[in-house]
């Protein structure tokens, strides 16, 4: 099965939390955190369409600048997504520069924020100076993005002040059964992209055009396999604490694949109760309880610098092997 979600950590164990995912044959990509994305080339940056944002510390979110000036001219909408205050934060990035020679400039950003119970948006357009426009707030169980190919989910955890760890998410995974597509003397190609855009919405009637012929959907269906999809879950940045833990074995419950911090080594689990960061056990247990296929344990303190082996065996002793990119 090829994987809907191609994932990568931009910066390694040490470096500023970034996460790359970008979705199979859909020109665009997701970042969860919003660290260092120099190594992004215009073309990639040109391709996220959304930025889920943990919190705005600066080694999470000194990304933004670099985004915005990529993304000036461009005609796709830009949204980034939040705890509280994310707006107001956005606001003052824009506001700390001068808009006098972008009139006509096509961006449209909007920002989302979640408080946990409530989503609030508000839009800043290019060709406007940046000015806010707002929306009335809606209620939310959670959810910050839905489309037919996945859904984004966010968690309200505490790391001092209030900060979000996110599960992306496709609620089935399709297949095409390619000894049936030979049995039934079918080329491969554009259509089968249709024929699964269409099964995940619903709409098994009418017809698609295979070479110069008309099929039946409803006939084309036996060549289709559909299994469980794919769940990535990110989440950095998190106190000690069983309120945080339980949100976040819920938010992650049965993932494929779960990037987590694991700061600390456990000799500093004082540190790290005052600095409002999990250790390396506290990673592997969550992991463990969460029941995930996957753990790339990540956001390392460069203290450690040297001690990877360290800090990947802690973590290991708690949850059993995990996976290094």
Partial sequence: MKPTFHHKLLNGVFGDPCLQVRILRE???????????????PVELNRITAVFISHTHIDHFVGFDTLLRASLRRTEPLTIYGPVGIIRNVEGKLRGYSWNLIKGYPLVATIVEFDGRYIRRAAFSADDRFMKQSFSRTVSGGILLEHPLYKVKAAVLDH????????????????????????????????????KRKVREGNREG????????????????????????????????AISPRNTERLIE??????IFYCEAYFMEKNRDLAIDRFHLTTQECGRIARLAGVKNLYPMHFSARYIGHEKELIREVKEEFGKIAVQ
């Fill in 160 to 195: 001092g002040i209030p900060c979000l760890a996110f599960s992306l998410e496709e609620p089935f995974h399709i297949n095409i059964d390619k000894d049936r597509l030979i049995r039934k003397k079918l080329a491969i190609g554009p259509w089968l992209a249709e024929l």
């Fill in 207 to 238: 017809f698609l055009v295979i070479g110069e012929k008309k099929h039946p959907i409803s006939r084309l269906l036996d060549i289709v396999r559909i299994v469980k999809g794919q769940k990535i879950c990110f989440a950095t940045d998190i």
């Fill in 27 to 41: 020109r665009r990509s997701f970042l969860f955190d919003l660290g260092d994305i120099h190594t992004l080339s």
């Fill in 251 to 256: 938010l992650a419950k049965d993932a494929d």
